[in-house]
C-alpha cells in the first residue's frame, strides 16, 4: 500500500461493512444507548447497529449524530481512528437529507 492508498478513506453505510473489512472507512450514525468506557454503538443511516470500539476511553459524554473514521474490524464493528460529533442544529436537519 501506498502512502496515497493509506490516506483514502472510503463513504460506507451499514450495509456495506463487511465488503470492507480490515479496511479504513468513514462512517455517520446516531449514537445509541449509553456510550460505555471505549465502546458507544451507532445506528447507521441505513438502520443498521454498528459497535465502535475506541483506542483510549471516552474523555467527554457522546450523543447525538457521529462521523466515525476507522478499521472495519468485522460485519457490524470498527475500530475506530477519529470521531466528530455534531452540535445539534446540524444533526437536527442531518435525516432531512437521507433517501
Do not use: W
Request: net charge positive; charged share 15%.
Amino acid at each position: 500500500m501506498t502512502a496515497d492508498e493509506s490516506s483514502f478513506r472510503v463513504l460506507v453505510n451499514g450495509s456495506l461493512l463487511p465488503q470492507f473489512v480490515g479496511k479504513v472507512v468513514t462512517i455517520f450514525g446516531t449514537v445509541n444507548g449509553t456510550p460505555r468506557g471505549s465502546m458507544f454503538d451507532i445506528i447507521t443511516t441505513d438502520k443498521h447497529l454498528v459497535s465502535i470500539t475506541l483506542r483510549k476511553p471516552l474523555s467527554e459524554p457522546i450523543a447525538g449524530l457521529v462521523e466515525v473514521h476507522g478499521i472495519v474490524k468485522n460485519k457490524d464493528s470498527i475500530i475506530c481512528n477519529y470521531y466528530m460529533m455534531f452540535p445539534p442544529d446540524i444533526a437536527s436537519t442531518y435525516g432531512k437529507f437521507i433517501y
